[in-house]
């Protein structure tokens, strides 16, 4: 069974950073592409950053050049690092898993994680 957990969540104030992890059991991601979405109140859920099997990123406008996916084959993790946080980007964050990073990009994914809370206050 395929298992996705997000954490590293939270409240920070806007300008901070948080990172997010999601491990990954059941799957090898060495050959998966992998994303992350966000899902704000009262929002669609938006797609935000992915990663190929390569290594090869991918990001929504909104977050490039704050936000930085990157994955440890090793440690089966994806991460998400966000450096200059705005309110908003509140939302739950959640992790994903697909075969090819077009699939990601497009919300067509094989697995979900259960999601993260991030709260960015002003």
């Known amino acids: 069974q395929v298992q996705l957990v997000e954490s590293g969540g939270g409240l920070v104030q806007a300008g901070g950073s948080l990172r997010l992890s999601c491990v990954v059991s059941?799957?090898?991601?060495?050959?998966?592409?992998m994303g992350w979405f966000r899902h704000a109140l009262g929002k669609e859920r938006e797609f935000i950053a992915a990663?190929?099997?390569?290594?090869?990123?991918y990001y929504t406008e909104s977050v490039e050049g704050r936000f930085t996916i990157s994955r440890d084959n090793a440690e089966n993790t994806v991460y998400l690092q966000m450096n200059s946080l705005k309110s908003e980007d509140t939302a739950v964050y959640y992790c994903?898993?697909?075969?090819?990073?077009?699939?990601?990009?497009?919300?067509?994914?094989?697995?979900w994680g259960q999601g993260t809370q991030v709260t960015v206050s002003s």
């Open positions: 059941g799957r090898t991601i060495s050959s998966s592409a």
């Open positions: 990663i190929s099997w390569d290594g090869s990123p």
């Open positions: 994903a898993a697909s075969t090819v990073v077009a699939r990601v990009i497009g919300a067509d994914t094989d697995y």
